[in-house]
């Protein structure tokens, strides 16, 4: 906890590479939006000369808004990322950056105003879900003359358009907080007994609000811890970890680590650590 890599390449598989081509920055919202959204952020590269580079991400939980620019050739993207609960990878070439929103969980439904599930797994356009609004802040964050401007404009937007506190947003974000909080935790039935929810109440607040379900929450999440762990490269007893996140024994754990990251945990500790050399 506190590790400034951890903080900045959460989800971010084989960080330590990733730093070697990438930068990103995180930046806490202002008050006003901390209700809705987790923090913003700035992810920059620069491969002129250099072939292009292929990032895979662990997902969150969460809704990103985005907008991606390659400075020497103006291609520009402006989107809605809704929670992807499969593989996601993201190829950067050229020069460029990104611009983003991350929300917390249920904090995009009140600026929707539909189930989060409805875009999870889409990439709706920023103009296809703010209409005219939202494409003339793409205007401004794309003409911004660097990324603390861009994030400026794109802090003002959010802002303005900001909607009521909802209390059943800030219900989903308390319950996956807690999910994060207590690595132990593998079943939905634990999790309806330690919220007082029933399992059909707390999967009914999850599309609504979050976007998935609980049980890939929690997986998703331990699946996070395990990564994270690997990647500091000190020695992990994988045996000792399944137990601590609460798996019955390793091989279940190895085949879900396995099924998430592309690699079997020991494998993956070997490339993503310190030091390590990943093409």
Same mark, same amino acid.
């Given at each position: 906890? %506190?590790?400034? /890599? ?21 930046? +806490? ?11 913003? *952020? ?6 002129? %000369? ?12 969460? !809704? ?8 020497? &050739? ?6 809605? !990322? ?12 050229? @020069? ?9 969980? &249920? &904090?995009?439904?009140?600026? /929707?105003?539909?189930?989060?599930? #409805? ?7 920023? &103009? ?25 404009? /794109? ?16 219900? #989903?974000?308390?319950?996956? @907080? ?5 690595? #132990? ?12 929810? $029933? ?13 998935? =379900?609980?049980? *890939? ?7 996070? @811890?395990?990564? $994270?762990?690997?990647?500091? %490269? ?24 396995? #099924? +998430?990251? %592309? ?11 310190? =030091?390590?050399?990943?093409?």
């Amino acid at each position: 906890m %506190g590790d400034p /890599l951890t903080e900045r390449m959460q989800g971010i598989l084989r960080p330590h590479t990733g730093l070697e081509l990438f930068q990103v920055e995180r930046t +806490a919202p202002p008050p006003e939006l901390a209700p809705f959204v987790d923090f913003f *952020w700035v992810l920059h590269w620069d491969l002129r %000369g250099r072939p292009p580079h292929r990032q895979r991400v662990l997902t969150r939980p969460s !809704v990103h808004m985005t907008f991606t620019s390659y400075l020497t &050739g103006g291609t520009t993207r402006a989107r809605i !990322v809704g929670v992807v609960k499969d593989e996601f990878t993201e190829e950067i070439f050229d @020069e460029g950056r990104v611009v983003g929103a991350a929300f917390r969980p &249920g &904090g995009f439904r009140p600026f /929707l105003g539909a189930p989060v599930a #409805a875009i999870t797994g889409r990439f709706a356009g920023v &103009g296809e879900v703010f209409g005219a609004a939202g494409r003339a802040l793409a205007e401004d964050v794309f003409a911004a003359a660097d990324a603390a401007e861009a994030l400026k404009r /794109l802090e003002a937007f959010l802002a303005g358009a900001c909607p009521e506190p909802d209390a059943s947003a800030v219900r #989903a974000a308390e319950i996956v @907080e807690r999910i994060a909080a207590r690595p #132990a935790l593998l079943r939905v039935d634990d999790l309806a007994e330690d919220t007082g929810m $029933g399992k059909r109440s707390l999967q009914r607040l999850f599309h609504e609000y979050v976007g998935i =379900g609980p049980k *890939w929450v929690i997986r998703r999440f331990r699946m996070l @811890e395990a990564a $994270g762990r690997a990647a500091t %490269g000190t020695g992990v007893d994988w045996a000792e970890l399944a137990v601590e996140l609460g798996y019955a024994d390793q091989a279940h754990f190895t085949r879900d680590f396995t #099924a +998430a990251v %592309g690699t079997p945990p020991a494998r993956y500790a070997r490339e993503a650590g310190p =030091g390590s050399i990943d093409a």
